[in-house]
């Protein structure tokens, strides 16, 4: 397994990528606040009926922390951890060239406006807004897009953001 960094951002690491045969996401990783958050969300994630890969547990990964994992509706492997452990991020200068951090994760889906439902529902994300009915804008924090929505076959991919 290799893992990737982004200079200008506090976390351990931003991609993982891994030797597989199957070309798949391998998980997409949220942050919790607590371990008391992390519970919380997976009683919310079982209770909407979505599968769960394992309850939360002290995880084994780099930076380890605590975190549960589980299916989204559409059959993404998500993963909500706390207490991760983090780095000191570099100093970066005014355009300089090098990802500062992943600004948000564009996930399609065959049932958009359900995945949008079930992200707010469940996860407690918020619409920031809507082009059309097409592509919908969700933040979880003071970003105005951290998760973008379309229609189309389960997928991910991560845009990363430069200074």
């Given at each position: 397994m290799v893992h990737f960094a982004a200079e200008g951002y506090d976390e351990l690491y931003v991609v993982r990528l891994r030797r597989n045969e199957d070309k798949r996401i391998d998980v997409i990783a949220l942050a919790a606040d607590s371990r008391a958050d992390v519970d919380a969300l997976h009683e919310k994630v079982a209770a909407s009926g979505c599968r769960i890969i394992f309850a939360p547990k002290e995880l084994a990964t780099l930076g380890c922390g605590y975190g549960v994992r589980f299916f989204s509706p559409d059959g993404l492997p998500f993963e909500i951890s706390s207490d991760v452990a983090r780095q000191t991020p570099s100093e970066l200068a005014r355009w300089e060239g090098v990802p500062a951090k992943i600004s948000r994760i564009v996930l399609h889906s065959p049932d958009h406006q359900k995945l949008v439902q079930w992200l707010c529902d469940v996860l407690g994300f918020k619409v920031s807004d809507w082009l059309g009915d097409f592509m919908c804008?969700?933040?979880?924090?003071?970003?105005?897009r951290r998760i973008v929505i379309l229609p189309g076959r389960p997928a991910s991919i991560m845009l990363p953001m430069t200074c």
């Open positions: 804008f969700l933040r979880c924090n003071s970003a105005h």
